[in-house]
């Protein structure tokens, strides 16, 4: 029997920065329509089926190349709940705050005893 042993192969220690630099391309839009489906989680959104598989993930990272707030924040845009607008109702009410009619004049309980 021998004693010699089979060596492992080597393994680079560092890999090149143009294949690390690809290897980040690659999953950094992965990686920003994870995090905008986090983001949506949060505010309370929930997006359609499929939603996310239709974005463009190069379009959701900033200058950096890591993930944008404000790019996440311009996608979920339209699927934020807008508050209700309620129109200015004359008539019900009193009616404090600009509306067309004066307001009433208040008179004191004391006055109307004397």
Same mark, same amino acid.
């Given at each position: 029997m021998s004693d010699a042993q089979?060596?492992?192969q080597a393994m680079p220690a560092d890999p090149s920065p143009s294949v690390r630099?690809? +290897?980040e391309r690659e999953y950094s839009g @992965?990686?920003?329509r994870a995090e905008l489906k986090g983001y949506a989680a949060q505010a309370g959104i929930t997006l359609p089926e499929g939603f996310t598989e239709y974005l463009d993930g190069s379009k959701l990272l900033g200058a950096d190349g890591k993930p944008s707030a404000e790019a996440?924040? @311009?996608a979920l845009a339209p699927? @934020?709940?807008k508050d209700p607008a309620f129109p200015h109702? +004359?008539?019900s009410g009193p009616n404090r705050g600009g509306g067309p009619l004066p307001e009433p004049r208040r008179v004191s309980l004391d006055?109307?005893?004397r």
């Open positions: 089979p060596t492992p630099s690809e +290897v @992965k990686l920003a996440m924040d @311009k699927f @934020k709940p109702l +004359v008539g006055v109307r005893k």
